[in-house]
Each structure stands twice: as structure tokens, then as C-alpha cells.
Nanobody
Framework: QVHLVESGGGLVQAGGSLRLSCAAS????????MGWFRRAPGKEREIVAV?????????YADSVKGRFTISRDNAENAAVYLQMNSLKPEDTAVYYC????????????????WGQGTQVIVSS
């Protein structure tokens, strides 16, 4: 069974930083696009950032550009990270790590493997 396990969420004041981590259970995820999505209370799940299999291509939602950075490490099983700086109250959400079946995609529907989510709360 495929597992994606997130960590690093928590409570932070506006302007602060958090780093989310996601570890995959299989080496094959080293060839998959991976990404971070979030669901805020009362809202639909939205894409935050994605990274292609090699780490050379990234995509960010406009709302996080310049503040968040996605990266990955394929040294063993794939791991993906989300460095979140200058956090705002509107970044409060459950953040999900996901992996696609292909090496690159910005289509949320292509992401078929999901973690359990980690809560991020940004206080004003």
C-alpha cells in the first residue's frame, strides 16, 4: 500500500514560517510529480505548489508565489517539502501532500495518491 506521510504543521503567528515535509513509502515516487494542496474551512481543495519528478520544474498558486518554496529529495524514497514564509491568516488550512502518476502535472485530477493531511493555523 502506498503511503504519503506529512509532518510539520502547527500554529504560527502571521508573518512566521513553517516547513512541511512529506515522505513517500516507495522509491517509485522518485519518478512522480508531487505537490501540496490545501483545504481551508468551508472552501474547496486547491493546489498550492507542485514539483516535477526531477525537481527542475515547479508551479505555484498565485496566492503563495514569493512566499512558499517547494523542493524534493529523491535520494532514497521520495520526499517533498514546502517552506512557507510570511504566513498569513488566509493560509490556514489542512495541507495535503500528493503524488501523480506522471512525472509532471498541474492538473489536480492527476494526483491520485494522498497523505492524511497536516493542519496549519496562522493566527493574526
Amino acid at each position: 500500500q502506498v503511503h504519503l506521510v506529512e509532518s510539520g504543521g502547527g500554529l504560527v503567528q502571521a508573518g512566521g514560517s513553517l516547513r512541511l515535509s512529506c515522505a513517500a513509502s516507495e522509491r517509485s515516487f522518485g519518478f512522480a510529480a508531487m505537490g501540496w494542496f490545501r483545504r481551508a474551512p468551508g472552501k474547496e481543495r486547491e493546489i498550492v505548489a507542485v514539483i516535477n519528478w526531477s525537481g527542475r520544474s515547479t508551479y505555484y498558486a498565485d496566492s503563495v508565489k514569493g512566499r512558499f518554496t517547494i523542493s524534493r529529495d529523491n535520494a532514497e524514497n521520495a520526499a517533498v517539502y514546502l517552506q512557507m514564509n510570511s504566513l498569513k491568516p488566509e493560509d490556514t488550512a489542512v495541507y495535503y501532500c500528493a503524488a501523480a502518476r506522471s512525472g509532471w502535472s498541474i492538473e489536480p485530477g492527476d494526483y491520485v495518491y494522498w497523505g492524511q493531511g497536516t493542519q496549519v493555523i496562522v493566527s493574526s
